[in-house]
């Protein structure tokens, strides 16, 4: 008989080819017109906005809804990606229920805010579905300046520079510029490889010269940036991953989360993609929801993602533990790993019962498990850095760090949660306040 | 339940909702069918002349006005009268009256400027049993380029004129359908009155263009590339109706002349209006173009629930209940100050009532860090803008103020009299006792 998901062991093509094309199909299917005319008919144009103080790039959203509705979707467009040049990628992966339409007033007076994201989505595919760049390159400045990752950070960062007339070298250590954008995200969030397909759009801003395959510490140092360039901006994102701190942390069936996805998300064929029966996730953020999700689309029978914390305490939004609740994820809380059970390969985790100050409460129970994901937090490599405030960067405004020269933003810089659409306010604040530096510009 | 049935200049009708002269009276399918679905009475589309019959444009003749949701809430035609035999409408008319007994069926009738043609058309028309006529001097596109409709009913001599020709040819009740493209709508119905008309019905629909396309430059609906304006009617016409259904209403001159309401009746909440202000039954088109014949029922209901609550038995009692407080504005208390108030618990916080009062009226609304929204009295002169800008319905409501308080606005005390503009002291031709 063919594999399904009573099988055991970690197995590829667990479903059929239709519901694997079901299941990573596009989570919000971009508002058809008529839709987008009645969504946008729900916007109030509240005056000083409150959704507008609530999104990380201060997009005037009230301004784009209205365009929308006036049948300008283009127009609004402009709005947005003048603020938030990846306004396509956020539309898709913001956590609107946190972000704008939390504090949309229809959300707090009715329990149903305006569709923000999903109208930005539908004005930024309409300009981009045609082709258009609606930016265009000031005269060059002749200053030079060295971005390193091009993630939503660094990305951001570059095309503001370039868009100001500065000469920008992007470096990526990865093969394919993007961030977690091209390798983290959800693949339901971000489906026909929209991701390259908004890098490229952005490039043609013009004066970016990406280099990819260059790792900073390895490839490049931070002194011969800090000569060859006018400024340095550091969007290196945080590239390592924290361990369990167990023994039997390296049995086979135990991965780490953020490789399971960027390995998802650069598969053509997920029917090739081996998953196992028992499946069991630790970790409580986004990327722990998005491993169990998509651990369960990918046929997986039992899906357990168990979070030391309590549930209010996930970083993971309540909008992403309902989709992981409505998937078959069960989520298990305040318990956290004890030992991991098996013989070379692992079978079992135990976990312990902890109360709400992580106090351990000698209870214990044992989960089936033939494949286990990490997800308990990434930490920041790169080599020699400007100073850390904590596991991050120090940065003062504008992602000033201690080196004169050198500015930093996104995931590894201190400060600010770690989403795409913070990533790319703070590359882009960071380009403004280097573009001012050099130019003596205010 | 209440009480629907209507009599109207003696025509009875099982309820005041009859269907305007218009497409959906357009023929006997129709007709009968609107019967069954409840409406108590029809105007039939318009007749013309004997012999061969209007012809319509081939292209679309209709334009539209929405909200939200494309919700239809003006719409504009450039359809003419009948474009179907005189002989067909009124073989099917005397079938359906015979019918349908019950109901009210009139003819609307629209022929030249003469004597004879509008004997002629009398005569043959009384031999299907309806009930009465309407005059079209209304239409004001196509008809009018011919010396017909509102051509006809913008001159108020012509208007009492033919009604005079008709009391004179015919003994069928006769209602006078007004146009609202005029300046005074009481000359017409002053004219109708004076030549012997039983009632007016208005409005017909207002001149307009409802939208340009900006691809082609031209006026829609586009015909070829050509527009040519068109008739207004729909919600958005309501207000416009309401306000002359009234002047007819409170006018000495024509006090108490029967009045047919029409123009943007939607809901039975709009024609209990149109009959407040002296309407005795109403006429309803759009509404029905745009959602079937079926949204009388919810006319029905509707109605006879409010006339339950009000204690009404008759609609008869609704005509006209609030023609004795529609005055000139002269007329109006100007010691009565209110001023408005924001229900906190009701508001939303979308500051759209700040934005309006502080940009565009009397800077009376504050907006503090945490947006908190409230009205300062000092300032307000209870214009209604925050109310009619307010998304949340009765967050703000207007408050009066009580006598003897001090309105902190003007520092004036608040006076229990009433008293008007006629008397004030900055009225240069007041009269003021000394
Ligand atoms: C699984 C997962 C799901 C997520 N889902 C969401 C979501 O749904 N919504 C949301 O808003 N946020 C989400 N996030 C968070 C979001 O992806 C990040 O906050 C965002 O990508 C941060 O952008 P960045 O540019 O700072 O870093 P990154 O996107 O991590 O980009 C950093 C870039 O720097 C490169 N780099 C790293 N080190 C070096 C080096 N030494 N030399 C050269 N290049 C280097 C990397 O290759 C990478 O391309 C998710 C994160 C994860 C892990
Ligand atoms: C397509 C169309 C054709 C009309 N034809 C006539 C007509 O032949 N005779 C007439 O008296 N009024 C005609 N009218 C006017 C309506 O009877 C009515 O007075 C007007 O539409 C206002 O009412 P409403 O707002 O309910 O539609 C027509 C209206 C429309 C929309
Ligand atoms: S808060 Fe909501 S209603 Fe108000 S402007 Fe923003 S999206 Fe529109
Ligand atoms: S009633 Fe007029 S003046 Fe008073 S607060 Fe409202 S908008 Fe301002
Ligand atoms: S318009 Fe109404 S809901 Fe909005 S802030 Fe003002 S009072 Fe509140």
Same mark, same amino acid.
């Given at each position: 008989?063919?594999?399904? $998901?009573?099988?055991?062991?970690?197995? !590829?093509?667990?479903?059929?080819?239709?519901?694997?094309?079901?299941?990573?199909?596009?989570?919000? !299917?971009?508002?058809?017109?008529?839709?987008?005319?009645?969504?946008?008919?729900?916007?109030?144009?509240?005056?000083?906005?409150?959704? *507008?103080?609530?999104?990380?790039?201060?997009?005037?959203?009230?301004?784009?809804?209205?365009?929308?509705?006036?049948?300008?979707?283009?127009?609004?467009?402009?709005?947005?990606?003048?603020?938030?040049?990846?306004?396509?990628?956020?539309?898709?992966?913001? !956590?609107?229920?946190?972000?704008?339409?939390?504090?949309?007033?229809?959300?707090?007076?009715?329990?149903?805010?305006?569709?923000?994201?999903?109208?930005?989505?539908?004005?930024?595919?309409?300009?981009?579905?045609?082709?258009?760049? !609606?930016?265009?390159?000031?005269?060059?400045?002749?200053?030079?300046?060295?971005?390193?990752?091009?993630?939503?950070?660094?990305?951001?960062?570059?095309?503001?520079?370039?868009?100001?007339?500065?000469?920008?070298?992007?470096?990526?250590?990865?093969?394919?510029?993007?961030?977690?954008?091209?390798?983290?995200?959800?693949?339901?969030?971000?489906?026909?490889?929209?991701?390259?397909?908004?890098?490229?759009?952005?490039?043609?801003?013009?004066?970016?010269?990406?280099?990819?395959?260059?790792?900073?510490?390895?490839?490049?140092?931070?002194?011969?940036?800090?000569?060859?360039?006018?400024?340095?901006?550091?969007?290196?994102?945080?590239?390592?991953?924290?361990?369990?701190?167990?023994?039997?942390?390296?049995?086979?069936?135990?991965?780490?989360?953020?490789?399971?996805?960027?390995?998802?998300?650069?598969?053509?064929?997920?029917?090739?993609?081996?998953?196992?029966?028992?499946?069991?996730?630790?970790?409580?953020?986004?990327?722990?929801?998005?491993?169990?999700?998509?651990?369960?689309?990918?046929?997986?029978?039992?899906?357990?993602?168990?979070?030391?914390?309590?549930?209010?305490?996930?970083?993971?939004?309540?909008?992403?533990?309902?989709?992981?609740?409505?998937?078959?994820?069960?989520?298990?809380?305040?318990?956290?790993?004890?030992?991991? *059970?098996?013989?070379?390969?692992?079978?079992?985790?135990?976990?312990?019962?902890?109360?709400?100050?992580?106090?351990?409460?000698?209870?214990?129970?044992?989960?089936?498990?033939?494949?286990?994901?990490?997800? *308990?937090?990434?930490?920041?490599?790169?080599?020699?850095?400007?100073?850390?405030?904590?596991?991050?960067?120090?940065?003062?405004?504008?992602?000033?760090?201690?080196?004169?020269?050198?500015?930093?933003?996104?995931?590894?810089? $201190?400060?600010?949660?770690?989403?795409?659409?913070?990533?790319?306010?703070?590359?882009?604040?960071?380009?403004?306040?280097?573009?001012?530096?050099?130019?003596?510009?205010? | 339940?209440?009480?629907?049935?209507?009599?109207?200049?003696?025509?009875?009708?099982?309820?005041?909702?009859?269907?305007? &002269?218009?497409?959906?009276?357009?023929?006997?399918?129709?007709?009968?069918?609107?019967?069954?679905?409840?409406?108590?009475?029809?105007?039939?589309?318009?007749?013309?002349?004997?012999?061969?019959?209007?012809?319509?444009?081939?292209?679309?003749?209709?334009?539209?006005?929405?909200?939200?949701?494309?919700?239809?809430?003006?719409?504009?035609?450039?359809?003419?009268?009948?474009?179907?035999?005189?002989?067909?409408?009124?073989?099917?008319?005397?079938?359906?009256?015979?019918?349908?007994?019950?109901?009210?069926?009139?003819?609307?009738?629209?022929?030249?400027? %003469?004597?004879?043609?509008?004997?002629?058309?009398?005569?043959?028309?009384?031999?299907?049993?309806?009930?009465?006529?309407?005059?079209?001097?209304?239409?004001?596109?196509?008809?009018?380029?011919?010396?017909?409709?509102?051509?006809?009913?913008?001159? =108020?001599?012509?208007?009492?004129?033919?009604?005079?020709?008709?009391?004179?040819?015919?003994?069928?009740?006769?209602?006078?359908?007004?146009?609202?493209?005029?300046?005074?709508?009481?000359?017409?119905?002053?004219?109708?009155?004076?030549?012997?008309?039983?009632?007016?019905?208005?409005?017909?629909?207002?001149?307009?263009?409802?939208?340009?396309?900006?691809?082609?430059?031209?006026?829609?609906?586009?015909?070829?590339?050509?527009?040519?304006?068109?008739?207004?009617?729909? =919600?958005?016409?309501?207000?416009?109706?309401?306000?002359?259904?009234?002047?007819?209403?409170?006018? =000495?001159?024509?006090?108490?002349?029967?009045?047919?309401?029409?123009?943007?009746?939607?809901?039975?909440?709009?024609?209990?209006?149109?009959?407040?202000?002296?309407?005795?039954?109403?006429?309803?088109?759009?509404?029905?173009?745009?959602?079937?014949?079926?949204?009388?029922?919810?006319?029905? &209901?509707?109605?006879?629930?409010?006339?339950?609550?009000?204690?009404?038995?008759?609609?008869?009692?609704?005509?006209?209940?609030?023609?004795? %407080?529609?005055?000139?504005?002269?007329?109006?208390?100007?010691?009565?100050?209110?001023?408005?108030?924001?229900?906190?618990?009701?508001?939303?916080?979308?500051?759209?009532?700040?934005?309006?009062?502080?940009?565009? &009226?009397?800077?009376?609304?504050?907006?503090?860090?945490?947006?908190?929204?409230?009205?300062?009295?000092?300032?307000?002169?209870?214009?209604?803008?925050?109310?009619?800008?307010?998304?949340?319905?009765?967050?703000?409501?207007?408050?009066?103020?009580?006598?003897?308080?001090?309105?902190?606005?003007?520092?004036?005390?608040?006076?229990?009299?009433?008293?008007?503009?006629?008397?004030?002291?900055?009225?240069?031709?007041?009269?003021?006792?000394?």
């Amino acid at each position: 008989m063919k594999d399904n $998901a009573y099988t055991a062991g970690i197995i !590829p093509g667990r479903l059929s080819p239709e519901d694997y094309a079901e299941n990573f199909s596009d989570l919000h !299917p971009r508002l058809d017109d008529h839709e987008a005319l009645v969504a946008a008919d729900r916007c109030y144009f509240c005056h000083d906005a409150p959704c *507008i103080t609530a999104c990380p790039t201060d997009i005037d959203i009230p301004l784009f809804i209205r365009q929308i509705a006036t049948g300008t979707p283009e127009a609004a467009a402009r709005t947005i990606l003048s603020q938030n040049i990846m306004g396509g990628m956020c539309a898709r992966v913001c !956590p609107t229920e946190t972000l704008c339409e939390e504090v949309c007033v229809r959300e707090v007076a009715e329990g149903k805010p305006v569709l923000i994201g999903q109208l930005q989505r539908y004005a930024t595919d309409t300009l981009m579905d045609a082709g258009v760049h !609606p930016f265009t390159r000031a005269a060059s400045t002749g200053k030079r300046i060295a971005v390193v990752g091009a993630g939503p950070a660094g990305l951001s960062c570059a095309h503001r520079l370039a868009m100001h007339g500065h000469d920008v070298t992007l470096f990526d250590a990865r093969a394919k510029p993007g961030g977690l954008n091209e390798y983290g995200i959800a693949s339901y969030k971000t489906v026909d490889d929209f991701a390259q397909r908004e890098v490229e759009w952005l490039l043609q801003i013009g004066g970016i010269t990406l280099e990819t395959d260059k790792t900073l510490g390895l490839d490049v140092s931070l002194e011969s940036l800090q000569s060859g360039f006018d400024a340095v901006f550091l969007g290196i994102g945080l590239g390592g991953v924290n361990a369990l701190g167990l023994d039997g942390d390296d049995m086979d069936g135990l991965h780490d989360a953020v490789d399971f996805i960027a390995n998802l998300r650069q598969t053509s064929d997920v029917a090739t993609l081996p998953i196992g029966r028992d499946v069991v996730v630790i970790g409580g953020g986004m990327t722990a929801v998005d491993a169990a999700v998509q651990a369960k689309l990918l046929g997986a029978l039992n899906v357990t993602l168990v979070y030391r914390r309590g549930r209010d305490r996930m970083n993971a939004s309540v909008f992403e533990q309902d989709l992981a609740a409505s998937k078959g994820v069960r989520i298990i809380t305040n318990a956290t790993p004890r030992a991991v *059970i098996g013989n070379g390969a692992v079978r079992e985790i135990e976990f312990e019962y902890t109360d709400d100050d992580l106090a351990p409460t000698g209870q214990t129970f044992r989960l089936a498990a033939d494949q286990v994901f990490r997800a *308990i937090g990434q930490s920041l490599t790169g080599g020699s850095l400007p100073a850390l405030d904590g596991r991050k960067i120090a940065v003062s405004s504008a992602g000033r760090t201690s080196i004169s020269g050198i500015w930093a933003g996104g995931d590894c810089a $201190a400060g600010g949660d770690d989403l795409t659409v913070t990533a790319v306010a703070e590359g882009r604040d960071a380009a403004m306040d280097i573009h001012a530096t050099l130019t003596g510009a205010t | 339940m209440a009480d629907l049935t209507s009599t109207f200049i003696g025509i009875k009708s099982p309820n005041p909702f009859w269907l305007a &002269s218009a497409p959906p009276t357009d023929k006997e399918y129709n007709v009968r069918r609107a019967f069954d679905a409840g409406w108590g009475g029809v105007v039939w589309k318009t007749l013309g002349e004997a012999g061969p019959p209007v012809v319509n444009v081939n292209g679309p003749r209709y334009g539209a006005i929405y909200g939200a949701d494309r919700r239809l809430l003006g719409l504009n035609n450039i359809e003419l009268i009948t474009d179907r035999p005189l002989e067909v409408n009124l073989e099917e008319m005397t079938r359906v009256k015979r019918d349908y007994p019950d109901h009210a069926l009139i003819a609307s009738l629209m022929v030249p400027m %003469n004597e004879d043609a509008w004997r002629e058309i009398l005569r043959r028309v009384e031999d299907t049993g309806c009930d009465g006529v309407e005059l079209n001097f209304g239409c004001p596109h196509g008809m009018s380029e011919r010396g017909m409709g509102s051509a006809m009913g913008q001159v =108020p001599d012509y208007v009492g004129q033919v009604a005079h020709w008709c009391k004179k040819h015919s003994d069928l009740p006769v209602i006078v359908k007004l146009t609202p493209n005029i300046t005074d709508i009481r000359l017409p119905a002053r004219a109708a009155k004076e030549g012997g008309a039983d009632a007016v019905s208005l409005i017909n629909t207002i001149n307009s263009i409802t939208s340009v396309d900006l691809d082609l430059f031209a006026p829609e609906p586009t015909i070829d590339g050509k527009g040519a304006h068109g008739g207004y009617c729909g =919600p958005a016409v309501k207000p416009i109706a309401l306000n002359m259904v009234a002047e007819i209403a409170r006018d =000495p001159e024509t006090a108490g002349l029967p009045i047919s309401g029409i123009g943007g009746v939607t809901t039975w909440r709009d024609a209990a209006e149109f009959m407040t202000l002296g309407a005795g039954n109403v006429q309803v088109c759009t509404a029905a173009m745009t959602y079937g014949f079926k949204v009388v029922e919810e006319m029905i &209901s509707g109605l006879s629930q409010w006339m339950d609550e009000k204690g009404m038995t008759s609609t008869s009692e609704i005509v006209g209940r609030a023609v004795p %407080n529609t005055v000139n504005w002269q007329d109006l208390n100007l010691n009565y100050v209110t001023k408005a108030v924001i229900d906190q618990d009701a508001c939303i916080q979308c500051g759209r009532c700040y934005a309006a009062c502080e940009d565009t &009226s009397h800077q009376a609304i504050s907006m503090s860090e945490t947006r908190v929204f409230e009205v300062i009295d000092a300032e307000c002169v209870a214009c209604n803008l925050c109310v009619n800008v307010c998304p949340v319905e009765d967050c703000i409501t207007m408050e009066q103020m009580a006598a003897g308080s001090v309105d902190p606005r003007t520092g004036k005390v608040v006076e229990k009299e009433y008293a008007n503009w006629t008397t004030h002291p900055n009225n240069p031709g007041s009269c003021a006792a000394e």
